[in-house]
């Protein structure tokens, strides 16, 4: 079955279309599913979704497409330099009837990403819906409170361990969320910046704040994820003061233009929100009182427990972590599935290389032949 002609330019919103974060991509199978890959269309090459220099403009995606039976169609990469969130709906409809197929599923088939993504692009359109994107923030807000919110409690990242010092981890971040300006606490630890930043460096998990405040990303997945696991650090040890935390972001090697740019339709920018949600998502503050929460990231369990038996907030994290295991795990899964699927492709043409390589050797030897022959045919008629 011939795959579909990918869309054309007019078939597709222009805030998609006018930026240079397009890909192809074709399908390769594991354990019986089919997993989508995204494709240089320059190189016909796997691409990455967090290297601009593999991604093409729409048109040049489009023609990749259409001359390469091989790919399957072509994609849109979200980044953090776009305003742009997209929202995976699995098995939300019926794709003859259009309506849902059964119960609302609340887990597992919603999932909103605004970078390090690609979506593939068909330019189907649903009726009765925008041609173009619009600004949708509170419907954003409402689907992420209601199918992403409970159930997940700690932002995607690639560091195998929270980056909370002992605060239960915020949800999930997108570019709709909002959280309020009472989450903020008036706690206060008393610290003045440089000592915050000394109580940070000679904690248990310095060599994590300090790689961080140094401007290092990785180990996350994004420049984001990055900004919120500094910003949870700081609101632990600041005790959620949300202006020396903000200096101190601004004192860091993280520290870019994005963080005074409004991002949000309350007119919040990218690093109040950033702000709020850490210190929404922090429990546990540093004092000088109780140094056991400054050194440790878990806490003791409550008076009235047993050491056998785990608080709510301990159970929590463990699942939070198991969590970030598997994306882990799951992020993996997929590179080894692109590595391997690229060694496929570098076989296949090394075949088809020693293949054609025969074939001219056959020729030469054919053609070889044919000269020899003619050529004892002329010596004979010679000397006859």
Known sequence: MRTPDPPHHDELPTALTQRDQWVCWRTTERDGTKTKLPVDASTGRLASATDPTTWTSFMQARQAALDDHAIAGVGFVFTDD?????????????????????????????????????????????????????????????????????????????????????????????????????????????????????????????????????????????HSEADFALCSMLAFWSGGDPAQMDRLVRRSGLYRPKWDEVHFGDGSTYGEKTIKRAIAGTTEYYSPTEPRSAETSETTPAENTTEHVLTDEQRQRIETRDRVRRRTIDRLETEVDALTAERDQLEAQLCDERTRRRRLAQQLEEHSTRDRSLWERFVARIRW
């Open 82 to 222: 776009d305003p742009l969130v997209g929202v995976d709906l699995d098995s939300c409809r019926d794709d003859q009837t259009g309506t849902l197929p059964g119960e609302r599923n609340r887990r597992g088939d919603v999932e909103l990403y605004e970078t390090t993504r690609f979506f593939t692009v068909t330019g189907t359109h649903l009726d009765a819906t925008p041609t173009e994107v619009h600004e949708r923030t509170p419907e954003l807000t409402a689907v992420y409170d209601e199918h992403i919110q409970e159930s997940e409690t700690s932002p995607a990242s690639t560091a195998g361990e929270p980056e909370t010092n002992g605060a239960t981890p915020a949800a999930e971040h997108t570019q709709s969320e909002d959280v309020s300006a009472d989450t903020e606490t008036n706690t206060d630890t008393d610290l003045s910046d440089d000592e915050l930043l000394t109580h940070a460096q000679s904690a248990a998990n310095a060599e994590k704040f300090e790689r961080l405040f140094a401007g290092t990303t990785s180990g996350y997945e994004s």
